[in-house]
Nanobody, 120 residues
Framework: QVQLVESGGGLVQPGGSLRLSCAAS????????MGWYRQVPGKEREFFAT????????FAEDSMKGRFIISRNNVNNTMSLQMNNLNAEDTGVYYC?????????????WGRGTHVAVSA
Protein backbone atom coordinates (compact mmCIF):
# COMPACT_ATOMS: atom_id res chain seq x y z
CA GLN A 1 0.00 0.00 0.00
CA VAL A 2 1.42 3.33 -1.09
CA GLN A 3 1.73 5.93 1.62
CA LEU A 4 2.18 9.65 1.05
CA VAL A 5 3.30 11.85 3.89
CA GLU A 6 3.31 15.61 3.61
CA SER A 7 5.29 18.04 5.72
CA GLY A 8 6.21 21.69 5.82
CA GLY A 9 2.90 23.41 6.37
CA GLY A 10 2.34 26.05 9.00
CA LEU A 11 1.56 29.66 9.71
CA VAL A 12 3.34 32.32 7.71
CA GLN A 13 2.95 36.05 7.33
CA PRO A 14 1.89 37.58 4.02
CA GLY A 15 4.88 37.81 1.73
CA GLY A 16 6.57 34.90 3.42
CA SER A 17 7.64 31.52 2.08
CA LEU A 18 7.05 27.89 2.87
CA ARG A 19 8.37 24.68 1.43
CA LEU A 20 6.04 21.70 1.36
CA SER A 21 7.39 18.21 0.95
CA CYS A 22 5.83 14.87 0.16
CA ALA A 23 7.42 11.47 0.56
CA ALA A 24 6.05 8.31 -1.05
CA SER A 25 6.73 4.86 0.31
CA UNK A 26 5.46 1.30 0.02
CA UNK A 27 3.48 -0.40 -2.69
CA UNK A 28 4.86 0.62 -6.05
CA UNK A 29 8.38 1.45 -7.08
CA UNK A 30 7.73 3.96 -9.82
CA UNK A 31 4.88 6.21 -10.82
CA UNK A 32 4.43 8.85 -13.44
CA UNK A 33 3.03 11.91 -11.71
CA MET A 34 3.20 13.43 -8.26
CA GLY A 35 1.48 16.62 -7.42
CA TRP A 36 -0.65 18.74 -5.16
CA TYR A 37 -4.27 19.53 -4.75
CA ARG A 38 -5.39 22.45 -2.65
CA GLN A 39 -8.56 22.94 -0.66
CA VAL A 40 -9.22 26.49 0.41
CA PRO A 41 -11.81 27.24 3.10
CA GLY A 42 -15.35 26.79 1.85
CA LYS A 43 -14.40 25.19 -1.45
CA GLU A 44 -13.80 21.79 -2.96
CA ARG A 45 -10.36 20.31 -3.26
CA GLU A 46 -8.87 21.32 -6.60
CA PHE A 47 -5.86 20.44 -8.67
CA PHE A 48 -2.90 22.73 -7.96
CA ALA A 49 0.29 21.43 -9.57
CA THR A 50 1.99 18.31 -10.82
CA UNK A 51 5.40 17.05 -11.92
CA UNK A 52 6.06 13.91 -13.88
CA UNK A 53 8.92 11.45 -13.70
CA UNK A 54 10.34 12.93 -16.92
CA UNK A 55 10.22 16.47 -15.59
CA UNK A 56 7.05 17.89 -17.10
CA UNK A 57 5.46 20.44 -14.79
CA UNK A 58 1.97 21.86 -14.86
CA PHE A 59 0.12 24.29 -12.65
CA ALA A 60 -3.59 24.92 -12.46
CA GLU A 61 -2.90 28.48 -13.60
CA ASP A 62 0.11 29.81 -15.48
CA SER A 63 0.32 32.74 -13.07
CA MET A 64 1.32 30.33 -10.31
CA LYS A 65 4.70 29.73 -11.96
CA GLY A 66 5.92 33.06 -10.68
CA ARG A 67 5.49 32.18 -7.02
CA PHE A 68 5.55 28.39 -6.83
CA ILE A 69 8.22 25.92 -7.78
CA ILE A 70 7.49 22.22 -7.92
CA SER A 71 10.28 19.68 -7.99
CA ARG A 72 10.73 15.98 -7.64
CA ASN A 73 13.41 13.47 -6.78
CA ASN A 74 12.78 10.20 -8.61
CA VAL A 75 15.47 8.35 -6.71
CA ASN A 76 13.92 8.70 -3.27
CA ASN A 77 10.34 9.36 -4.42
CA THR A 78 9.97 12.77 -2.86
CA MET A 79 8.45 15.96 -4.13
CA SER A 80 8.60 19.57 -2.99
CA LEU A 81 6.58 22.70 -3.50
CA GLN A 82 8.42 25.94 -2.83
CA MET A 83 5.86 28.63 -2.10
CA ASN A 84 6.95 32.27 -2.21
CA ASN A 85 5.34 35.63 -1.65
CA LEU A 86 2.36 33.99 -0.01
CA ASN A 87 -0.90 35.79 0.53
CA ALA A 88 -4.13 35.07 2.35
CA GLU A 89 -5.65 33.42 -0.70
CA ASP A 90 -3.04 30.69 -0.47
CA THR A 91 -4.44 29.57 2.87
CA GLY A 92 -5.75 26.04 2.74
CA VAL A 93 -4.94 22.39 3.00
CA TYR A 94 -2.44 21.04 0.50
CA TYR A 95 -2.75 17.38 -0.42
CA CYS A 96 -0.05 15.37 -2.06
CA UNK A 97 -1.13 12.81 -4.63
CA UNK A 98 0.30 10.46 -7.17
CA UNK A 99 -0.81 8.87 -10.41
CA UNK A 100 0.76 5.72 -11.71
CA UNK A 101 0.37 6.21 -15.45
CA UNK A 102 -1.10 9.62 -16.23
CA UNK A 103 -0.43 13.26 -15.46
CA UNK A 104 -4.04 14.05 -14.64
CA UNK A 105 -7.16 12.19 -13.62
CA UNK A 106 -8.33 10.64 -10.40
CA UNK A 107 -5.27 10.13 -8.18
CA UNK A 108 -4.11 6.67 -7.28
CA UNK A 109 -3.10 7.69 -3.77
CA TRP A 110 -3.49 10.66 -1.46
CA GLY A 111 -1.70 12.10 1.49
CA ARG A 112 -3.57 13.34 4.51
CA GLY A 113 -2.84 16.97 3.80
CA THR A 114 -0.80 19.72 5.36
CA HIS A 115 -2.25 23.02 6.48
CA VAL A 116 -0.97 26.34 5.24
CA ALA A 117 -2.19 29.51 6.91
CA VAL A 118 -1.15 32.93 5.67
CA SER A 119 -1.99 35.61 8.16
CA ALA A 120 -0.52 38.67 9.79
Amino acid sequence: QVQLVESGGGLVQPGGSLRLSCAASGGIATFYAMGWYRQVPGKEREFFATVTSDGIKRFAEDSMKGRFIISRNNVNNTMSLQMNNLNAEDTGVYYCYLNRWRMFGEPYAWGRGTHVAVSA
